[in-house]
């Protein structure tokens, strides 16, 4: 099984450190989806980071799909998403926000990277803003009431989705989002960068 992506993504970085918690053995291919476009376009013609290559051959994209798949075939114990449906719902509230949260970052990363300044629209761009801000806010209350280190006691996948989104958007986005303004996930992110599997898949 191969994962296709480079680690500054965070949909690739958060599919990495997934598949090393839950134990699932896999090999990282580093592609870029704009420096290596001609050996990406080769395994998914859509240019999509991540995709997963299964061990048939199958490619897989999106990367909630991706663990979705992977999770199916797992033993209750080594999954990232309870089976307790209130716990659950809890889970999917906060993995809601945490994806937005990243969708908006790396949205206005390439508003500011992609897009040459005379054909950047600055409304557009403070809207993108307003997400950012809305979703971490969000997720910052929701990890101000939590009584563990963890949303339920454990490492689950809203954790580890809402620290890879902040520390993408701590890294590429400094300016607009700082520690002093969510302190509890600015907490989180310290716990679980401390992580083995996290140490593993640091962003490049």
């Known amino acids: 099984m191969k994962l296709v992506g480079k680690l500054d993504s965070p949909y690739v970085r958060r599919v990495a450190i997934s ?41 897989l994209m999106e990367s909630t799909l991706i663990l979705d798949h992977i999770e199916h075939g797992l033993p209750p114990a ?3 998403m309870p089976e307790d449906v209130p716990d659950r719902t809890q889970v999917l509230h906060t993995l809601g926000f945490a994806l ?33 801000h809305a979703a971490f806010s969000m997720l910052d209350a929701c990890y101000a009431r939590c009584a563990g280190d963890w949303l339920l006691g454990t490492v689950s ?22 520690g002093d303004a969510y302190p509890a996930l600015l907490r989180l992110a310290a716990r679980a960068e401390a992580l083995p599997a996290f140490l593993k898949w640091q962003p490049k």
């Open 100 to 132: 937005v949260a990243a969708d908006k970052a790396v949205q206005l990363v390439y508003e500011r990277t992609r897009r040459p300044p005379d054909r950047q629209y600055q409304p557009w761009a403070e809207r993108i803003v307003d997400q950012v």
């Open 157 to 178: 996948q809203a954790d580890i989705s809402t620290a890879v989104a902040w520390t993408f958007a701590r890294n590429e986005i400094p300016d607009i989002v700082t």
């Open 19 to 59: 598949l090393t918690l839950m134990e699932v053995p896999f090999e990282h291919v580093s592609l870029s989806v704009f420096q290596d476009e001609a050996a990406f376009v080769a395994i998914n013609p859509v240019l999509k980071a991540p995709s997963l290559m299964t061990e048939d051959g199958t490619v």
């Open 78 to 80: 080594r999954r990232l």
